[in-house]
């Protein structure tokens, strides 16, 4: 597709057969294990059913072209995507991932992932998702600003306070969250801090925002131990990923008095049966960028992650992590998966074969979102909320959000993810079938 060309779902398609060449992702990528996991959720759908399609197709994908001038005068091209899934409970919401690998493919099951995933939880917001096909660490902080800037201004034409509000993800922070406020500020000609969330708190940023993800992994983990009886202040815990949702998660999973035993990023793999000390490795991963070389625990093969035992895995990086491959070779009791479709439909089924609890994405890491909800509400309001209102909050959605999605696991004899299609897609069908077809 070319550059700055939209396609929206609202007009007609010729049938139900015909899709679009782009929504013909193969099936092992993400928007392919996101169509998956839709049709296994269709035959629970009732009558609304019919309606399944829309889930299908984004709503709306706008690709652009990001040119900025490099530090030493030449020119760069970089891709920049921003997909709408789907707007009919809210506005569209989802962050912007900054990596060399960002396809279109990947942003859309992004996209999608969060309209279920705003769906089950309960807020009311449509998914969206962006990305720019960039490796952020080859460029200087000019760079990155001009990247960024450039990328907001061009999704200009369809983000907004009230449309569409980016929000941070892989690789992308605060301070790029400040950079897209200021330029969609300038842009309409006055400040709009409710356009992002994930902002500095000097720029109407929520208390409460940075630690919310993997907080809200922290709180459904102890809730799944819970219901099969392991006691969290002996439990051995596995991550892979130790950025803002895996560093957080195993910090407080530390607190709680459960042991880290092993730590994967993209740098290597560290072990320590006896466990590693968590504040230390986050302050290692802030001045050495990964966990690679940290004294406190031995190196480890990549490959041989999947095989350590533990009682709690948190994949908390990207896509795809835990497939055919590994699946089979997991030692766990509960996967919880702070990163969005680390496991495959097949990998899926292999862990629910072994009788592997898995906490799936749309519940599991759905704390970023609440408290982005939180943020624009206050953004909106002018009035901002203590740090214990935040996260006493939040874990009241967060708990409601398990304890709906268990419920309906146990009566329907199905896994919690599938539960959570379930719920999440009769709201946003349900919204759609009373909002109507326009014309
Ligand atoms: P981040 O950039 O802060 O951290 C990403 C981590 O993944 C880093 O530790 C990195 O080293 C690791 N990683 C990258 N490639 C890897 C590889 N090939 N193998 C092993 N580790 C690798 O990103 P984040 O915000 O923590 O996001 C992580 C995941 O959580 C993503 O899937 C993201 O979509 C999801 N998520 C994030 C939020 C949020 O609020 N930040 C909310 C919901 C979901």
């Known amino acids: ?5 939209t396609v929206s779902n609202d007009s ?13 992702a193969d099936s092992l990528g993400p928007w392919g294990s996101y169509l998956q996991q839709i049709d296994r959720v269709a035959p629970h759908l009732g009558s609304l059913s019919r309606w399944i399609e829309t889930l299908k197709r984004p709503k709306r994908i706008l690709v652009v072209d990001v040119p900025i001038e490099m530090d030493d005068g030449t020119i ?10 789907n707007t009919s409970r809210g506005p569209g919401k989802g962050g912007v991932r900054y990596h060399q690998d960002v396809t279109l493919s990947e942003v859309m099951a992004l996209s999608a992932w969060m309209s279920i995933k705003n769906a089950a939880v309960n807020v009311p917001y449509g998914g969206a998702k962006g990305g720019i096909r960039v490796d952020p660490r080859k460029l200087s902080r000019g760079e990155l600003e001009r990247v960024t800037r450039r990328y907001t201004s061009e999704i200009g034409i369809i983000i907004g306070p009230n449309t569409d509000i980016p929000a941070p993800d892989v690789n992308t922070n605060e301070q790029v969250m400040a950079w897209m406020m200021d330029t969609y500020s300038m842009n309409v000609g006055q400040t709009a801090t409710g356009v992002v969330t994930g902002k500095p708190i000097s720029l109407g940023g929520s208390l409460g925002r940075r630690e919310a993800t993997g907080r809200g992994v922290f709180t459904v983990g102890c809730e799944a131990a819970r219901r099969i009886g392991l006691d969290i202040a002996s439990a051995r815990v596995a991550v892979q990923g130790f950025g803002n949702v895996g560093g957080i998660a195993a910090k407080l999973f530390v607190e ?86 680390p496991t495959t439909p097949i990998a899926d089924d292999i862990l629910r074969e072994n009788n592997v609890l898995v906490i799936p994405d749309v519940v599991a890491n759905a704390g970023g979102v609440t408290v982005s909800y939180f943020e624009w509400v206050q953004d909106f309001s002018s009035f901002f909320w203590t740090e214990d209102e935040i996260n006493h909050r939040l874990e009241r959605v967060m708990r409601e959000a398990f304890a709906s999605v268990w419920q309906v696991a146990q009566e329907n004899d199905v896994s919690v993810r599938t539960a959570a299609y379930i719920i999440a897609c009769k709201r946003i069908l349900m919204a759609r079938e009373m909002r109507g077809l326009y014309p």
């Not at 597709?1 to 060309?5: H, K, L, Y």
């Not at 010729?14 to 013909?24: F, G």
């Not at 091209?77 to 709408?84: N, P, T």
């Not at 049966?273 to 940290?294: C, K, T």
């Open 1 to 5: 597709m070319s550059a700055q060309q």
């Open 12 to 24: 007609p398609m010729p049938s139900k057969h015909a899709l679009p060449s782009y929504l013909h």
């Open 76 to 85: 760069a091209h970089f891709e920049g995507y921003r997909v709408q899934h």
């Open 256 to 341: 709680a008095g459960a042991k880290v035993v092993a730590v994967q990023d993209h740098t290597g793999t560290i072990y320590k049966p006896s466990g590693i000390d968590a504040h230390a490795l986050l302050e290692h991963v802030a001045a050495q960028g990964g966990v690679a070389g940290f004294a406190g625990a031995e190196p480890l093969g990549d490959d041989d992650f999947w095989g350590i035992e533990s009682d709690i895995l948190i994949p908390a990086a990207l896509e795809g992590q835990i497939n055919e491959k590994n699946a089979s070779r997991i030692r766990t009791k509960i996967v919880v998966e702070g990163a969005n479709g």
